[in-house]
C-alpha cells in the first residue's frame, strides 16, 4: 500500500497547482523507490517509458509551426472569417464544433484536432470573434470562459465520439479484457454500437451549455436581458 503515494503526491501536486511535470516526475520516482527499484532502475524506467511512447514529442513539431502560423496573423484572420457570418454567435459556433468533432472522431479521426493544433489557433479566436462582433470587446473573464469552454467543446467531442469507431485503443482494451478475464466473445462493434446513445446524449447536455453560454456572456457583458449597458456599432458612433 506504501506506494501508493505517489497517487497522493499526484493529488496534493495538482490541488496546489504545481507544474504537472514536476509532480509527475516525483510521484514516478517515488513510486519506483517505494516499490523497491533502484535510482538506476527508476531512470531506466523513464527512459523505457519515452522510447516506447515517442508519438508524445510530436508536440516538438506542432507547437513550432502553430506559433509560426500564429506570428503571421491566424488568429487575426480566424476573426475576420467569423465576422462574415452574422448569425453565427460563439454557443452556435461551438456547438457547430461540437457536432464535427463528434463525427471526425467516430470516424477515427483523431487528430483533426486538438487543443493545440485547433482548439488555440482556429476555434478560440473564432468563438471570441462571434462575441465582438455582437457585443464588443471581451473582458479577461468572459475570454477565459471562451477558451475554456472552446477547450470543452473539444474534449467532449473526442471523448464521446471516438468510442463510436471500431478501431479505438479503448474499444480494444476492453474486448480484450473482458474476453480474456471472463471468458467471453464481446465483440467491437456491439460497444461501439452501445457508445452511439451516448454521444448523442454528450451532444444534447453539452450543446445545451454552450448556447446558454451565448446568454451568460451578454449578461455579463451587459447587453443581455439583464443588463444596462448599450454597444454602438461603428455605424451608430459615427452618426453621433
Known amino acids: 500500500m ?7 503526491v499526484v493529488i496534493v501536486g495538482f490541488a496546489t497547482k504545481r507544474n504537472p511535470l514536476l509532480v509527475v516526475g516525483v510521484a514516478g520516482i517515488a513510486t519506483g523507490l517505494l516499490g523497491g527499484l533502484s535510482p538506476r532502475e527508476v531512470l531506466a524506467a523513464f527512459g523505457e517509458g519515452f522510447a516506447s511512447s515517442r508519438a508524445v514529442t510530436i508536440f516538438a513539431i506542432t507547437l513550432p509551426v502553430i506559433g509560426l502560423l500564429e506570428r503571421h496573423g491566424l488568429q487575426e484572420q480566424a476573426r475576420n472569417v467569423i465576422h462574415r457570418f452574422a448569425g453565427l454567435t460563439t454557443g452556435r459556433f461551438l456547438t457547430l464544433y461540437l457536432g ?9 479521426l483523431n487528430s ?3 487543443p493545440a493544433q485547433t482548439v488555440r ?10 462575441f465582438e462582433k455582437r457585443h464588443g470587446p471581451l473582458s479577461g473573464r468572459a475570454r477565459e470562459k471562451v477558451r475554456s469552454f472552446s477547450s470543452s467543446a473539444d474534449t467532449v467531442g473526442l471523448f464521446f465520439g471516438e468510442d463510436c469507431f471500431l478501431a479505438v485503443g479503448s474499444i480494444l482494451l476492453i474486448t480484450g479484457f473482458v474476453n480474456t478475464t471472463y471468458d ?10 452501445w457508445a452511439i446513445p451516448m454521444a448523442v446524449c454528450a451532444f444534447l447536455v453539452h450543446g445545451a451549455r454552450l ?4 446568454r451568460t456572456l451578454a449578461r455579463e457583458a451587459g447587453t443581455g436581458p ?15
Open 184 to 193: 467471453q466473445h464481446l465483440e467491437p462493434l456491439q460497444l461501439a454500437l
Open 211 to 214: 448556447l446558454r453560454l451565448d
Open 226 to 240: 439583464g443588463g444596462s449597458a448599450q454597444v454602438l456599432t461603428g455605424a451608430e458612433e459615427a452618426t453621433k
Open 100 to 108: 464535427l468533432r463528434q463525427l471526425t472522431a467516430a470516424l477515427g
Open 112 to 114: 483533426l484536432g486538438g
Open 121 to 130: 489557433p482556429l476555434v478560440a479566436p473564432m468563438a471570441e470573434g462571434a
Open 2 to 8: 506504501i506506494v501508493l503515494i505517489g497517487v497522493l
